[in-house]
């Protein structure tokens, strides 16, 4: 069910003489369970790809195609927590919208907090946790959908390296158990290599997918 399909994209942003095209007819097959990384220089239309997937907005024109029932998982750059519920509650949200019983939102929470290596930390709040340890956090919060597909913009790029192989490393992990399917942009191409099994270029102007690779160098995977 965690397939993606993109056919014939096309997204137009304002009108007339100030229209910009940001996404050109642009057509992907993401076979469930895959991991692809979305690469390309600003304003290439790599947000806007994924925006148009994760329902934010709608295409222009062409078709997005998602399992049944599939409602991705999107996180960007900025954590975006909130800040006056504890590390628990914030993971807690989307088991509550779902409307779990209290008893299985516990146990829910705690098994999250426990994969991402937080489980100390579910009393604290947002302000009182490291940047990597706030997109931990909002990793649970959106691994609580219960998502096949996980739509990440950026979401390491404003930590700093040592912090960012780390979590490079548990994102595999949880990957790879889950069976999740990513969607992936970033514009540093040595972390598209790093965790891609196909990398994507997209070019600005209009955007559209020019070359697109498979990672075949053997990865670490449990
Ligand atoms: P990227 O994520 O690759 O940097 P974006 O998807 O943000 O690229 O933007 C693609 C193009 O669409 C750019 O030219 C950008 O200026 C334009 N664009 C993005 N969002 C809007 C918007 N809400 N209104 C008008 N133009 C936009
Ligand atoms: P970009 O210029 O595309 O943003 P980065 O400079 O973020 O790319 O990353 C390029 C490489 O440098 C990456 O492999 C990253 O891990 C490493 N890197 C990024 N920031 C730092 C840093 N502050 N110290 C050491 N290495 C870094």
Redesign the pocket.
């Known amino acids: 069910t965690g397939s993606v399909a993109l056919r014939g994209v096309t997204k137009v942003y304002g009108q007339g003489g100030n229209a910009v095209l940001a996404l050109d007819r642009v057509s992907l097959d993401v076979t469930p369970g895959e991991f692809v990384c979305l690469v390309g220089a600003s304003g290439c239309g790599k947000s806007t790809l994924l925006n148009l997937v994760a329902g934010l907005d709608r295409a222009s024109g062409g078709a997005i195609e998602l399992g049944d029932g599939v409602n991705p998982g999107l996180m960007f750059q900025e954590p975006a927590l909130f800040p006056w519920l504890t590390v628990e509650a914030n993971v807690e949200v989307p088991l509550k919208l779902r409307g779990l019983p209290r008893a299985e939102r516990r146990a829910r929470v705690a098994e999250l907090l426990r994969t991402v290596h937080l489980a100390d930390f579910g009393r604290r709040r947002p302000h009182q946790l490291s940047g990597g340890m706030r997109q931990r956090v909002a990793l649970a919060r959106t691994l609580a959908l219960d998502t096949p597909v996980l739509l990440m913009d950026e979401p390491f790029g404003a930590l700093?390296?040592m912090t960012?192989d780390i979590l490079h490393d548990e994102l595999e992990r949880i990957w790879s158990e889950r069976g999740l399917t990513v969607l992936f942009v970033t514009?540093?191409v040595?972390?598209a290599a790093r965790l891609a099994d196909r990398i994507i270029l997209l070019s600005s102007r209009p955007g559209r997918i020019i070359w697109s690779t498979r990672v075949d160098v053997p990865r670490p995977r449990r």
Request: overall charge neutral.
């Open positions: 700093d390296a960012r514009h540093n040595r972390e």
